[in-house]
T-cell receptor, first 109, second 118 residues
């Protein structure tokens, strides 16, 4: 079945450093969504990418969808302590979204 | 807008009992609701997809007779864990999609329910 993997599993960065998480699907996706889950909280929608090669920005966050629509990345520039949490991608195959394994980000002040 | 509530937030029950978890969309009509299970520090595992007025679609490996899902209205879905056992202890979280004013078909998540079976 469809699998969605994310790397790295964990990332500790110093505040101000950049951070990137990569999402890879075993199958071609119709679209991909990104969510953020704070410790003890629930996932919150960040963005959706649909087109091959699409790049979207939200302030310090840059999201990219691969040309083959099988991978995606989230890049955070100059991390802040408020960026702490787990970032999940969710890839849509035929009729459902499969969540990636997640990347847990810790930001050291 | 786009608020999803879950009740209860925590429940502790004895082995063999049944537990019902409610998921409500408070300010929009949820055409589809999803039920997930999340183990500590792990990803969300989709259990089933529920459309209002129809039978839920269960993922492979999820026992439909053990995890009963009812989506009777556009704002309410329930998950009943029947004859719960300690291995059912987990964090159960629902999400909803529908006409919520968003630009995308994003899922709005409830706060989750922590189930502990003794």
């Amino acid at each position: 079945g469809q699998q969605v993997m994310q790397i790295p599993q964990y990332q500790h960065v110093q505040e101000g450093e950049d951070f990137t998480t990569y999402c890879n699907s075993s199958t071609t996706l119709s679209n991909i969504q990104w969510y953020k889950q704070r410790p003890g909280g629930h996932p919150v929608f960040l963005i959706q990418l649909v087109k091959s090669g699409e790049v979207k920005k939200q302030k310090r966050l840059t999201f990219q969808f691969g040309e083959a629509k099988k991978n995606s990345s989230l890049h955070i520039t100059a991390t802040q302590t408020t960026d702490v949490g787990t970032y999940f991608c969710a890839g849509r195959g035929t009729y459902k979204y499969i969540f990636g394994t997640g990347t847990r980000l810790k930001v050291l002040a | 807008g786009a608020v999803v509530s879950q009740h209860p937030s925590r429940v502790i029950c004895k082995s063999g009992t049944s537990v019902k978890i409610e998921c409500r969309s408070l300010d929009f009509q949820a055409t589809t609701m999803f039920w997930y299970r999340q183990f500590p520090k792990q990803s969300l595992m989709l259990m089933a997809t529920s459309n209002e007025g129809s039978k839920a679609t269960y993922e492979q490996g999820v026992e439909k007779d053990k995890f009963l899902i009812n989506h009777a209205s556009l704002t309410l879905s329930t998950l009943t864990v029947t004859s719960a056992h300690p291995e059912d202890s987990s964090f159960y979280i629902c999400s909803a999609t529908g006409v919520a004013g968003g630009s995308y078909n994003e899922q709005f998540f409830g706060p989750g329910t922590r189930l502990t079976v003794l």
